[in-house]
């Protein structure tokens, strides 16, 4: 199901890095929750943008759930381009989102 998320503004200086074990960046900390692994030589389609995008160019961009009683940060694999858009709501696939703290 696809649902409204935004990206969160300053997620970067106040959640730099996954705790110690988590992997040594976000996206790597979606590998690991999820079992999925992005091939850093293949094409993925940007959830937040639908642009083409290598593995090695994708990001973990924490989003919030909108219009929802929940307040927590999850992680989404999507684009640099779509990483660096603070406040963009992006409607993507619930499945995509892998919570930060659980
Ligand atoms: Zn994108």
């Known amino acids: 199901m696809n649902i409204f998320t935004k990206n969160i503004n300053g997620s970067s200086s106040i959640s730099p890095k996954p705790k110690a074990g988590n992997g040594s960046c976000w996206r790597e900390f979606w590998e690991k929750r999820t079992g999925h692994i992005i091939n850093p030589f293949a ?24 219009g929802c009683q929940d307040d927590s940060w999850y992680i989404v694999p999507m684009c640099q381009k779509c990483n660096n858009k603070h406040d963009q709501v992006f409607y993507i696939d619930e499945n995509l989102l892998t919570p930060v703290n659980d």
């Open 43 to 66: 094409l993925y389609i940007c959830p937040g943008c639908g642009d083409n995008v290598y593995g090695k160019d994708v990001f973990g961009c924490h989003v919030k759930k909108i």
